[in-house]
């Protein structure tokens, strides 16, 4: 028989006694509803743990340090390295170096110092971060209140949403939402800011750069010298971010970010110049870390081991991701599991149904046998009405399945305004996850209809014919 | 009808035995029975309840298989073909009509006369148009939309007729067509039957208890009893114009 009759007549089987076929599509919709919704669960989970991570702008991010550093994020590889002393140091040809590794975007320099700001003639004490131009499309900035940096000189500075409470003499609240964020923003757009910081000064007679900047193993120590001085900078508040560009960094977060031009432009001394005076005596250079952005998180690995193998540190958010993955793709399972547990009674369901309509409809197929059906045919026939309860019972399945899901994304989403949390999307149900549901019913529903349709298909049409 | 056609055996059944087993018990229902029906016959088997003459016209029509002997219809033993096989020969070769009718409740007329060429996966045009001609053809171009249960006993059996011809079988097996009919009802039937034996040359085996009827229509009598055949006669059956006539008496 062809599909379309086929379908036909299943259809036309299943409108006969509609009550029972019904009631066990219903049965296979409540199964498919409760798949959809810990599956959809898990995901949107799994989801909120990695926009959380996405939005940290860390996720094709890797950052590099020299093994001299001894504060280093990664330790694991310590044992197979060279000892710290003998490591490379982190310097621009370095730079110019990882930048040329395959998958990476840029590598820019991590300028970040502690200094002090004055605003309102008031002074506050912060980390600061210099930011390139391309950190304009991270995540963070996003929902920024106000603007980007106009240049990558520009004396301006974009503000962490705590340390724009911190100026304002506001005490943080948690769940901070947008709207807070423009509040805070609209009194200190335009508004100036001084800051104060330790300028390095190559001192005089100190030789010229070789082109190499670090001196080497043999070079002698001797005539290297450099002075600090105490400068200060204006700087333009153009806005100010509710989210974090840099939640991975723990402790060393900054508060206010500037222009990276701006930022190496000013030749702040840093931590790590006290500690190499005697290897970086001029006025080049010497970074405490690189961060290395990556063309497809995917490459986030080989660049990884690429800038390992150049002999230096290197961390990125994937090595924190990964244990995440593991823990929801176990938890997916898990879910799967219970939530196929009421697809599994629906597939006792159809079994009884269908079982039942042979008994009821016994007469009907050996009169199909005696005008020619075959054992195929019938077969095929209880199939198809399977197969259509499932893809029936799977499309409001999912649409059950989805509502739910809407309803307690709603209802934790009432909860957490009234905790001063801000919304969050607990509940996604992809379209793979649709699609799946919906062929995972129909499998189902055809694995039922196997006992069932071959017992159709091996009834004897003589003793069919006699039963009344 | 040329004569050679009508000489050539159409369903030939040797010693054919069907034997159940009830608990300890061994119903022979057919027991070797050893007969021959030429293309374009018209046969009546007639016997008493119990007689093994349904259980014959089910091993002619491939409903049934034989505990042992064989028939063959049209140089096939049926005994020898596969499940498949079986259905397809269903499918093409026999038409069959029953006492009570076995239309399917739930569908129309038309759907009950197409539903054969469904499963000859025939393309639904042709299917629509060649039910129309069919139920045109037994007088029920009207009700072609209603479903069994609001027909007369004889519209039904003439729809049933309808659906045993729809892919032109060379066989026509009617088991007891006329037994829930009333006699003009019967007749009308009857004639039908012999319509499409006469003009489309289709072999006919009919299973009776009414000798009157057979006598009627058929042009040889078969007789069985426990299963077995005790007699045989030729007839002559009175002219398609003296049963109208009669029928109508």
């Not at chain 1, 120590?221 to 700087?235: F, I, P």
């Not at chain 2, 239309?103 to 197409?114: D, F």
């Amino acid at each position: 028989m062809k599909l379309p009759d086929l379908t036909e007549l299943a259809l036309r089987n299943l409108r006969e006694s509609l009550l029972r076929n019904s009631l066990t599509t219903i049965g296979i919709s409540v199964g498919v509803a409760s798949l959809v919704a810990m599956l959809s669960l898990g995901i949107g989970l799994q989801q909120l743990a990695s926009r959380r991570l996405m939005k940290s702008g860390l996720f094709d991010t890797v950052v590099v340090t020299s093994r001299r550093d001894l504060r280093n994020f990664g330790r694991d590889d310590e044992r197979n390295a060279p000892a710290p002393g003998e490591s490379r140091i982190l310097d621009e040809p370095t730079r110019e170096e990882i930048e040329r590794l395959p998958n990476v975007l840029e590598a820019y320099p991590d300028i970040r110092f502690i200094t002090e700001l004055r605003y309102d003639d008031k002074p506050h004490l912060t980390t600061i971060a210099a930011l390139p131009a391309s950190a304009k499309s991270n995540d963070a900035f996003e929902t920024v209140q106000g603007q980007f940096f106009s240049s990558d000189t520009a004396p301006e500075a974009i503000l962490q949403k705590a340390f724009a409470e911190e100026l304002l003499g506001k005490t943080p609240r948690r769940g901070l939402d947008e709207t807070n964020v423009k509040e805070l923003a609209a009194p200190l757009l335009g508004k100036e800011l001084i800051m104060r910081y330790a300028q390095r000064e190559p001192a005089p007679g100190t030789p010229a750069p070789d082109g190499k900047n670090a001196a080497s193993e043999d070079q002698p120590l001797a005539g290297a010298a450099y002075s600090v001085v105490s400068r200060e900078q204006k700087l333009k508040i153009i806005g100010v971010a509710d989210l974090d560009p840099e939640s991975m960094r723990g402790p060393t977060r900054a508060r206010v970010f500037l222009p990276l031009g701006l930022a190496e432009s000013l030749h702040v001394m840093q931590p790590t110049d006290l500690r190499e005076t005697s290897r970086a005596a001029t006025d080049q250079p010497l970074y405490s870390a690189v961060s290395v952005r990556v063309k497809d998180p995917s490459k986030i690995q080989a660049v990884e081991d690429a800038v390992k193998k150049m002999g230096f540190n290197a961390f990125s958010i994937l090595d924190a991701s990964k244990s995440i993955q593991q823990f929801f793709s176990v938890l997916d399972v898990f879910l799967g599991i219970f939530g196929s547990l009421a697809l599994a009674v629906a597939f006792i369901g159809i079994v009884n149904t269908l079982v039942m309509a042979i008994l009821e409809r016994r007469r009907e197929i050996g009169i199909m046998k005696a005008i020619g059906a075959s054992d195929g045919d019938v077969k095929k026939l209880f199939f198809a009405e399977a197969g259509a309860m499932g893809i029936l019972g799977g499309v409001i399945g999912v649409a059950l399945g989805w509502a739910i899901g809407q309803v307690i994304n709603l209802g934790t989403n009432i909860y957490l305004k009234s905790q001063s949390f801000p919304p969050e999307h607990f509940w996604s149900v992809p379209l793979w996850l649709v699609a799946f549901a919906v062929l995972f019913s129909f499998l189902v529903s055809l694995a039922a209809g196997l006992y069932p349709a071959a017992r159709a298909a091996r009834l004897d049409p003589v003793q069919a014919l006699r039963y009344e | 009808m040329n004569d050679a056609a009508a000489s050539a055996p159409a369903i030939h059944a040797e010693q054919l035995c069907r034997h159940y087993r009830m608990g300890e018990t061994l119903i022979r229902a057919v027991d070797g029975i050893t007969l021959t029906v030429r293309a374009g016959e018209f046969v009546a088997l007639l016997g008493s309840s119990g007689s093994g003459k349904s259980s014959v016209l089910n091993l002619i029509a491939g409903l049934d298989r034989p505990t042992s002997g064989s028939v063959i219809v049209n140089d096939r033993d049926l005994a020898q073909l596969s499940r498949e096989d079986l259905a397809h020969y269903r499918l093409h070769t026999v038409g069959m009509v029953f006492q009570s009718f076995n239309l399917i409740a739930s569908m129309t007329l038309a759907e009950n006369v197409e539903l054969p060429m469904r499963f000859a996966e025939v393309d639904r045009g042709k299917r629509d148009s060649l039910a129309r001609e069919a139920l045109t053809r037994v007088g029920l171009q009207a009700r072609m939309n209603h479903r069994p249960s609001e027909l007369s006993g004889g519209e039904q059996q003439r729809a049933a007729l309808a659906r045993a011809l729809i892919n032109r079988p060379k066989l026509l097996l009617a088991d007891e067509p006329t037994g829930n009919l009333d006699s003009r009802t019967g007749t009308e039937i009857m004639n039908m039957v012999r319509e499409f034996n006469q003009e489309l040359g289709m072999t006919v085996v009919m299973v009776t208890h009414e000798r009157s009827l057979a006598e009627r229509y058929a042009q040889r009598l078969i007789f069985l009893a426990d299963g077995k055949l005790v007699g045989e006669e030729s007839n002559s059956p009175v002219t398609a114009h003296a049963s109208t006539e009669g029928g109508r008496a």
